[in-house]
């Protein structure tokens, strides 16, 4: 008569233990879904808006005159081929000419100077923008060959007399340049540079197309 009894008590309890076990698990699976709701709902964060630098496209070069004033065939043997390394770049600048005069180095690149404009730019990514100019740069290809461009085309500006102050380039209001330039194409390649409007008068631009290759350098008004 006391078996019956203990029986059925352990059954009871087994079955309040199962009982238990079942619910926790229906629990833990029930708040999953909110958990993933809510996850769900929350705002994605936004990317900073990176401003789009467009690469300017060459075309084809307009036949090239034997004879033209406006362009300056500088002498080299002003260029020291060590300038870089001994750090005055000034010895790798050609002379100064007028900022609408073109200037011929090593006999068949041409690189001149298009109208100097004045705009005010928004500031970039790590940039302090402001009033400035933009600075249209051509570079003409008349040799036979392929002409590297992206990889060593330098645009540096100064303003005020002499060595003058450097001016800031603003890269994301400047064009890329092109990977190369091909022999008989064309490209004009514009950099904006921030100028306050008072240093305008006396505006220095260098363009230099890398190692073996001396500057051109033009100077004049830019406002």
């Known amino acids: 008569m006391l078996i019956l009894p203990t029986v059925l008590v352990l059954g009871l309890g087994l079955a309040a233990c199962g009982g238990g076990k079942s619910n926790s698990a229906a629990s833990s699976s029930a708040s999953a879904p909110v958990s993933a709701s809510g996850s769900a709902s929350a705002p994605a964060a936004s990317a900073a808006a990176t401003p789009t630098v467009q690469t300017a496209q060459p075309t084809a070069a307009p036949p090239s005159p034997s004879e033209d004033s406006n362009v300056a065939t500088p002498d080299a043997s002003s260029i020291d081929p060590n300038a870089v390394e001994n750090g005055d770049l000034s010895k790798d600048e050609y002379p100064e000419v007028p900022l609408d005069k073109s200037v011929r180095i090593d006999g068949d690149v041409v690189i001149s100077l298009g109208q100097l404009q004045a705009q005010d730019f928004a500031s970039g990514p790590g940039e302090v923008g402001?009033?400035?100019?933009?600075?249209p740069v051509t570079v003409t290809n008349n040799s036979g060959q392929d002409v590297a461009l992206a990889s060593v085309l330098s645009t540096t500006v100064n303003y005020g007399?002499?060595?003058?102050t450097p001016a800031s380039e603003i890269i994301s209001a400047s064009d890329a340049a092109p990977a190369t330039l091909a022999a008989g194409q064309t490209v004009t390649v514009n950099r904006a540079f921030v100028i306050p409007a008072?240093?305008?008068g006396s505006v220095k631009v260098v363009v230099d197309l890398g190692a073996g290759h001396g500057a051109a350098t033009f100077r004049g008004s830019a406002g």
Request: hydrophobic share 25%; charged share 25%.
């Open 198 to 200: 008072e240093g305008r």
């Open 130 to 135: 402001g009033p400035g100019v933009m600075v």
């Open 161 to 164: 007399e002499g060595g003058g």
